[in-house]
Protein backbone atom coordinates (compact mmCIF):
# COMPACT_ATOMS: atom_id res chain seq x y z
CA UNK A 1 0.00 0.00 0.00
CA UNK A 2 1.70 3.36 -0.69
CA UNK A 3 2.09 6.30 1.72
CA UNK A 4 -0.70 8.58 0.67
CA UNK A 5 -3.56 5.38 0.89
CA UNK A 6 -1.61 4.62 4.93
CA UNK A 7 -2.29 8.35 5.12
CA UNK A 8 -5.86 8.78 4.48
CA UNK A 9 -6.59 5.81 6.50
CA UNK A 10 -4.61 6.94 9.39
CA UNK A 11 -6.93 10.24 9.53
CA UNK A 12 -10.05 8.34 9.07
CA UNK A 13 -9.04 5.70 12.39
CA UNK A 14 -11.42 3.56 12.36
CA UNK A 15 -15.25 3.85 12.13
CA UNK A 16 -17.20 2.77 15.22
CA UNK A 17 -20.83 3.66 14.26
CA UNK A 18 -20.08 1.17 11.10
CA UNK A 19 -19.43 -1.82 14.11
CA UNK A 20 -22.03 -0.41 16.17
CA UNK A 21 -24.58 -0.23 12.84
CA UNK A 22 -23.73 -4.53 12.20
CA UNK A 23 -24.13 -5.09 15.54
CA UNK A 24 -27.36 -3.42 15.67
CA UNK A 25 -28.49 -5.35 12.87
CA UNK A 26 -27.58 -8.95 14.08
CA UNK A 27 -28.74 -8.72 17.28
CA UNK A 28 -32.26 -7.24 15.67
CA UNK A 29 -31.90 -10.26 13.09
CA UNK A 30 -31.43 -12.54 15.77
CA UNK A 31 -35.04 -11.17 17.70
CA UNK A 32 -36.45 -11.94 14.65
CA UNK A 33 -35.74 -15.19 13.99
CA UNK A 34 -36.48 -15.86 18.08
CA UNK A 35 -39.81 -13.86 17.51
CA UNK A 36 -40.57 -16.90 14.15
CA UNK A 37 -39.93 -19.46 15.86
CA UNK A 38 -42.50 -18.49 18.87
CA UNK A 39 -45.02 -17.96 16.37
CA UNK A 40 -43.90 -21.17 14.78
CA UNK A 41 -44.60 -23.26 17.64
CA UNK A 42 -41.22 -24.82 17.98
CA UNK A 43 -40.70 -27.03 20.74
CA UNK A 44 -36.80 -27.08 20.78
CA UNK A 45 -34.61 -24.35 20.22
CA UNK A 46 -30.60 -24.95 19.63
CA UNK A 47 -28.38 -22.46 19.27
CA UNK A 48 -27.61 -22.98 15.64
CA UNK A 49 -31.37 -21.53 15.22
CA UNK A 50 -30.67 -18.65 17.09
CA UNK A 51 -27.20 -17.59 15.21
CA UNK A 52 -27.77 -15.76 11.67
CA UNK A 53 -26.20 -17.48 9.18
CA UNK A 54 -23.03 -15.63 8.24
CA UNK A 55 -22.05 -16.31 12.03
CA UNK A 56 -22.05 -20.20 11.70
CA UNK A 57 -18.82 -22.27 10.74
CA UNK A 58 -19.02 -24.27 7.64
CA UNK A 59 -19.37 -27.50 10.07
CA UNK A 60 -22.39 -26.03 11.76
CA UNK A 61 -24.36 -25.35 9.04
CA UNK A 62 -23.71 -28.16 7.33
CA UNK A 63 -25.01 -29.91 10.78
CA UNK A 64 -27.93 -27.73 10.77
CA UNK A 65 -28.90 -28.59 7.23
CA UNK A 66 -29.18 -32.26 8.19
CA UNK A 67 -30.77 -31.68 11.40
CA UNK A 68 -33.21 -30.04 9.53
CA UNK A 69 -33.22 -32.78 6.85
CA UNK A 70 -34.42 -34.91 9.59
CA UNK A 71 -36.96 -33.25 10.96
CA UNK A 72 -39.02 -32.56 8.11
CA UNK A 73 -38.80 -36.41 7.59
CA UNK A 74 -40.10 -37.06 10.93
CA UNK A 75 -42.98 -34.79 9.56
CA UNK A 76 -44.37 -36.29 6.13
CA UNK A 77 -46.65 -39.83 6.18
CA UNK A 78 -45.03 -42.43 3.92
CA UNK A 79 -46.01 -41.43 -0.07
CA UNK A 80 -48.00 -44.47 -0.27
CA UNK A 81 -50.90 -42.96 2.70
CA UNK A 82 -50.62 -39.99 0.80
CA UNK A 83 -51.07 -40.54 -2.92
CA UNK A 84 -54.91 -41.88 -3.79
CA UNK A 85 -55.18 -45.52 -4.66
CA UNK A 86 -56.52 -46.44 -8.04
CA UNK A 87 -59.33 -48.65 -8.11
CA UNK A 88 -59.38 -51.20 -10.78
CA UNK A 89 -61.42 -49.35 -13.68
CA UNK A 90 -58.85 -46.47 -13.06
CA UNK A 91 -56.29 -48.69 -13.28
CA UNK A 92 -57.48 -50.54 -16.73
CA UNK A 93 -58.33 -47.11 -17.84
CA UNK A 94 -55.02 -45.90 -17.26
CA UNK A 95 -53.55 -48.93 -18.63
CA UNK A 96 -55.67 -49.30 -21.82
CA UNK A 97 -53.95 -46.13 -23.83
CA UNK A 98 -50.21 -47.80 -22.79
CA UNK A 99 -47.98 -49.75 -25.32
CA UNK A 100 -47.93 -53.58 -24.47
CA UNK A 101 -44.01 -54.43 -23.83
CA UNK A 102 -43.50 -57.63 -25.87
CA UNK A 103 -40.44 -59.33 -24.93
CA UNK A 104 -37.98 -60.34 -28.50
CA UNK A 105 -35.23 -62.63 -28.63
CA UNK A 106 -33.01 -63.40 -31.69
CA UNK A 107 -34.73 -66.01 -33.88
CA UNK A 108 -32.54 -65.77 -36.60
CA UNK A 109 -31.80 -63.53 -39.57
CA UNK A 110 -34.03 -61.29 -41.34
CA UNK A 111 -35.06 -63.69 -44.09
CA UNK A 112 -35.44 -66.33 -42.16
CA UNK A 113 -38.40 -64.30 -40.30
CA UNK A 114 -39.73 -63.57 -43.54
CA UNK A 115 -39.40 -67.13 -44.81
CA UNK A 116 -41.33 -68.24 -41.47
CA UNK A 117 -43.75 -65.32 -40.87
CA UNK A 118 -44.59 -63.95 -44.71
CA UNK A 119 -46.45 -61.21 -42.59
CA UNK A 120 -44.32 -57.84 -42.42
CA UNK A 121 -45.53 -56.46 -39.20
CA UNK A 122 -45.43 -59.72 -37.57
CA UNK A 123 -41.87 -59.57 -38.69
CA UNK A 124 -41.09 -56.40 -37.44
CA UNK A 125 -42.81 -57.80 -34.21
CA UNK A 126 -39.92 -60.45 -33.86
CA UNK A 127 -37.19 -58.54 -34.62
CA UNK A 128 -34.39 -57.48 -32.02
CA UNK A 129 -33.78 -53.67 -31.39
CA UNK A 130 -30.35 -54.33 -33.24
CA UNK A 131 -32.03 -55.94 -36.17
CA UNK A 132 -35.22 -53.07 -36.20
CA UNK A 133 -32.32 -50.50 -36.22
CA UNK A 134 -30.81 -52.31 -38.90
CA UNK A 135 -33.50 -52.16 -41.57
CA UNK A 136 -35.87 -50.27 -42.75
CA UNK A 137 -39.94 -51.25 -43.94
CA UNK A 138 -41.12 -49.01 -46.92
CA UNK A 139 -44.83 -48.61 -47.35
CA UNK A 140 -44.78 -50.38 -50.47
CA UNK A 141 -43.90 -53.62 -48.68
CA UNK A 142 -40.11 -54.17 -49.52
CA UNK A 143 -37.03 -54.27 -46.65
CA UNK A 144 -34.05 -52.44 -46.84
CA UNK A 145 -30.59 -52.52 -45.32
CA UNK A 146 -28.62 -49.66 -43.65
CA UNK A 147 -26.41 -49.25 -46.90
CA UNK A 148 -30.27 -49.16 -49.49
CA UNK A 149 -30.26 -52.35 -50.95
CA UNK A 150 -33.18 -54.57 -51.19
CA UNK A 151 -33.25 -57.37 -48.82
CA UNK A 152 -36.68 -58.37 -49.61
CA UNK A 153 -38.97 -56.64 -52.57
CA UNK A 154 -42.27 -57.71 -51.81
CA UNK A 155 -42.77 -61.16 -53.10
CA UNK A 156 -39.46 -63.06 -52.40
CA UNK A 157 -35.91 -62.79 -50.77
CA UNK A 158 -33.16 -60.92 -53.04
CA UNK A 159 -29.73 -62.91 -52.92
CA UNK A 160 -27.04 -60.66 -52.26
CA UNK A 161 -25.17 -59.71 -55.42
CA UNK A 162 -21.11 -60.98 -54.18
Do not use: C
Given at each position: ???????????????????????????????????????????????????PEEMLTESEKR????????????????????????????RAAHNKNRPKW?????????????????????????LTLGQSMKYEF?????????????????????????
Amino acid sequence: MNKAARHVLRRLGTDTSLDHERQQRLSHEIQEEQQKRREQGADQETSFETMPEEMLTESEKRHEKYRRQQAMAGRFTPAAERLPIMTAEERAAHNKNRPKWQQTSFEGPIEKLIEKYQDLEEVQRHLTLGQSMKYEFTSDGRVLDKEGNVIFDGEKIVSKPS
